[in-house]
């Protein structure tokens, strides 16, 4: 399998005495190893998207289908982190059950130098910076071995300087160890820096999909093609 597969899912919530339908018969194809970005109107379900790929919550009908073993991680704007302790035992504390004290320790040695926070590594959660919070959530799920990340919109409270640097950032770690990353933003240049697949919620009928890997990087957003595709993408959200 090289991919995960939403197949006919049906999602609604209870609202008084009506129903909110959320998806219905939604077919999704997710490709591994790639970041899939989810944009749309506000309310057409991009975060419910999110806690049914991660488990948190079931749909109706439907199923969703994942390679065996893969274990999923939620980042949000406001990361769970550990506040008493330090950035280094925050990342091996999430190591997974059944490693060596020796293995623990190389691990988060190893994430956290992938996520540039070596040098706060004694630092506890409450001396960082909101941006160099993102980075240990990220590095507390890659040394969880979550082969799938789901992000919830995890840069929104930061600054635009802060959010550029940890765009490239996440696009240097996701060349140095390729997870399948499903992405919400509610920027579209976001989006389409980010994206090797954008995926269009319309909140009813068939959700669509743009694909973006043929954009090549280093994306300038000043370009006619970026603009072109940013266009495409919103056009494709107004529908």
């Known amino acids: 399998m090289n991919e995960i597969r939403l197949n006919h899912i049906t999602k609604a919530y209870p609202i008084g005495s009506a129903v909110h339908t959320v998806f219905s018969d939604l077919d999704l194809e997710i490709p591994l190893g790639k970041i899939t970005v989810l ?27 994942m ?22 035992n925050n990342v091996k504390m999430s190591t997974s059950a059944g490693l060596t004290p020796d293995q623990r320790e190389e691990i988060a040695l190893r994430m956290t130098r992938l996520v540039g926070l070596t040098e706060y590594a ?36 930061l600054d635009f300087i802060t959010r550029a640097e940890l765009q490239r950032e ?13 992405f919400v933003t509610h920027q579209l240049d976001e989006a389409v820096e980010m994206a090797d697949r954008i995926v269009v919620l319309p909140g009813s009928g068939a959700a669509l999909s743009v694909a973006m890997d043929d954009l090549k990087r280093p994306r300038d957003p000043d370009s006619p093609e970026f603009l072109r595709r940013k266009q495409e993408v919103m056009a494709a959200c107004m529908r």
Do not use: N
């Not at 749309?40 to 109706?60: I, N």
């Not at 274990?71 to 950035?87: D, F, G, K, Q």
């Not at 004694?122 to 919070?133: A, F, I, N």
């Not at 996440?170 to 499903?182: G, N």
């Open 170 to 182: 996440l696009l240097r770690i996701q060349r140095e160890l390729p997870r399948t990353i499903v």
């Open 39 to 65: 944009v749309g109107r506000s309310g057409c379900g991009k975060s419910t998207l999110l806690r049914l790929l991660g488990g948190l919550e079931q749909p109706q009908s439907g199923s969703i289908s």
């Open 122 to 157: 004694e630092l506890t959660p409450l001396q960082l910076s909101t941006g160099m919070k993102q980075r240990l959530a990220l590095a507390r799920a890659l040394a969880g071995r979550a082969e799938v990340l789901l992000m919830d919109e995890p840069f929104a409270s």
């Open 67 to 88: 390679p065996e073993d893969f274990h999923t991680a939620m980042l949000y704007p406001e990361p769970y982190l550990i506040s008493w302790t330090s950035v280094h």
